[in-house]
């Protein structure tokens, strides 16, 4: 990783995130489906050694953390949620790094935002006009997000009212108990009609890991849906009882990686729900380049869904240029 103060560019990072080639998906390959195993203690060993094996200090963590923040979808998903509300959490999406802390940092000049705003479809068109020429895409959590229960045709009409509101990511839950039952035919033509659906829009498919019993079963939907076109695949809706967890992601990851080796497709992943401290969004990061490389590192590959993870970071940015922890509520929203 580049170093916070090493580089001055007036380049924007983040608000260019749908640079790859979307996913167009392929015929559904039941046998590699049926195939897919996980070694659940080397997943366990895997993941419990990250936090002691990779650690990382002062600008070069201060630069992890801002790469961190290019990457979240900075997300209200709240039965009291309000146009105003949303509107503040735009603002925030715009500029998430207070000015004086960037000066400090020496990436005053440097454009910085988040990845997206993520809010349910009845605020996409007051998110969009609140971003206005930012750049930064709406995601519009749909079909009957949490639970995925709504009628299909209602779920894909919420779809295409999301498109012709202006959102450019949609956020898919899929029907869980097609996993459960082991209807792989049924959750691969879920996504795929959900994919015709969304039009240009990238869809990201929230797997809701925490209500799948198995890592096999993660492991099984992850390459269903990505078989059925999905641009992202998300574990959770943050409102699951367990939402993204490091074994998870490890399993989905490689889920992404045998993908690419079998179609040539990079697929994004977003692991979302529960992500609140910076020291955890590290550990998301350290996995990623570990088991993917450096270029899933990126906006256009790597989303953090998140509500409150945002505040976090810029404290933790703050103490690094300051040496002095101010209070949680000097960072309101995020
Ligand atoms: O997709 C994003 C999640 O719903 C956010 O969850 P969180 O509120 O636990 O950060």
């Given at each position: ?44 060993r ?19 953390l ?61 998110a ?44 898919i ?12 035919t049924?959750?691969?033509?879920e ?51 367990v ?12 889920a ?40 899933w ?30 209070a ?7």
């Open positions: 990783m580049p170093r916070a103060r090493s580089s001055r560019s007036s380049a924007p990072l983040s608000a260019g995130v749908h640079n790859q080639v979307r996913n167009p998906g392929m015929a559904l390959d039941l046998s590699w489906v049926l195939d897919s195993r996980v070694n659940l203690s080397a997943t366990e895997r993941v419990a050694s990250l936090p002691g094996r990779r650690t990382v200090k002062k600008d070069a963590q201060a630069a992890w801002l790469k961190a923040v290019t990457c979240i979808d900075l997300t209200t998903l709240n039965g009291d949620d309000t146009t105003e509300r949303v509107k503040r959490l735009c603002a925030k999406a715009i500029s998430p790094v207070r000015p004086e802390i960037l000066d400090a940092l020496g990436m005053g000049d440097r454009i910085i935002t988040t990845g997206a705003i993520c809010v349910y479809h009845r605020f996409v068109a007051t969009v006009e609140a971003l206005g020429n930012s750049g930064i895409p709406v995601a519009a959590v749909s079909t009957g997000f949490p639970a995925g229960l709504s009628p299909h045709h209602l779920k894909v009409k919420e779809i295409e009212a999301s498109v012709a509101d202006g959102a450019r990511e949609i956020d839950v899929i029907t869980r108990e097609h996993v459960l039952t082991g209807n792989w049924a959750l691969y033509e996504m795929k009609e959900y994919r015709t659906a969304c039009g240009d829009a990238h869809v990201k498919a929230i797997l809701a890991t925490g209500d799948l019993k198995t890592l096999r079963n993660v492991a099984k939907a992850s390459l269903v849906c990505m078989m059925a076109g999905a641009d992202f695949i998300k574990t959770s809706t943050g409102k699951e009882g939402n993204a967890t490091l074994a998870v992601t490890l399993t989905m990851l490689r992404i990686r045998a993908y690419e080796e079998r179609t040539g497709i990079r697929i994004g992943y977003k692991p979302a729900g529960g992500i609140s401290a910076a020291k955890d969004v590290l550990n998301y990061q350290f996995l990623m380049k570990e088991e993917l490389g450096r270029e590192l990126e906006p256009d590959l790597f989303r953090i869904g998140a509500s409150s993870l945002l505040a976090d970071i810029e404290r933790q940015l703050e103490h690094h240029v300051t040496g002095a922890y101010s949680l509520n000097r960072h309101p929203i995020g």
